[in-house]
């Protein structure tokens, strides 16, 4: 099984980035991968399910020729994501054509399966699950994952609601490996807090939603810039499961954000883009609670640039504060 002991030396910053659907596409995930990040995607983005294996042939052959071309800052490795709730009818489909092209890192996401796991660990690849407590955790290791990403409170898209240092010192009280963390980080100070606090890699979404790359509209790339902490909504009435959203869209929407009724969640809608009346993510838009720092949209490389510049400020920062 691969490890990740020697990811972080093939990346510029100790950044994912991490799977958003409808905006993470092969145009992003390239980005992200050859500014020194890991980039990431949904499968469901590609659509129809044939469009899979043009995306991942078209990401790895980009990689590698870049990678080619600049030997000394090679493009960093990418991800997929799996949507693991039994609603995903393209599971098996998507996952042996990942295994045919050996696809280095898997994201599980809303629920835990063994089989998936040793699907990716019978080429060498890594699975890390996204989790919002310490139970989930304990269940996504137990079934095999290497790892988990801590989704706590303000992280955009489906997200939990416990502080990220609670979640993180929970998880670190018994499990050693892999962690990444997610939760309103846009900005490099943001990065080392989170590494500060115990994680080994920062998770980043919402943030590159302001980019040039992302698949989203103009509208929506606007309203991250123009947004802050207090235009975020929590609300699990868009597909059964609590997430963060947009207020202005809410509000474009027809709906009142301060009157949301619940949703039941067992009838799960993770924005089936095939249906004429599904709202999330295509009318409702996601986001997570960092996005004030942001200011003005960037292409991807000028966002990472930026934010390893202010990764490096920090660390500075913080040793003359710490004397």
Known sequence: M????????????????????????????????QAGIVGSFPTLNARPASMLTDWLDEITESNAAFTAANPDRPAAPFAVNFIVHRSNNRLEEDLAEVVRHQVPIVITSLGAREEVNEAVHSYGGVVLHDVINNRFAHKAIEKGADGVIAVAAGAGGHAGALS????????????????????????????????AAGADYAYVG?????TTEANVVEDY?????????????????????????????????????????????????????????????????????????????????ELVDNLAAQFEQAKKELSTRMG
Request: aromatic share 8%.
């Open 2 to 33: 691969n490890s990740f002991a020697n990811l972080r030396q093939q990346l510029r910053l100790p950044v994912v980035g991490s799977p958003m659907f409808i905006a993470s596409g092969p145009e992003l995930v390239k980005a992200q991968c």
């Open 164 to 195: 990220p240092f609670a979640l993180v010192q929970e998880i670190r009280t018994w499990f050693d490996g892999p962690l990444l963390l997610s939760g309103a980080i846009a900005h490099g100070r943001s990065i080392l807090a989170a590494l």
């Open 206 to 210: 919402s943030a590159f939603l302001s």
């Open 221 to 301: 790339k606007q309203m991250i810039v123009s947004s802050a902490a207090d235009d975020i909504v929590y609300s699990n009435y868009f597909t059964g499961v609590k997430g963060n959203y947009l207020r202005g869209s809410i509000t474009a929407s027809g709906l009142d954000p301060e009157n949301l009724p619940e949703s039941d969640p067992t009838k799960m809608d993770f924005g089936n883009r095939d249906k004429p009346d599904s709202k999330a993510w295509k009318d409702i838009w996601g986001s997570g609670q960092g996005i004030g720092v942001l200011g003005a949209t960037t292409t991807t490389a």
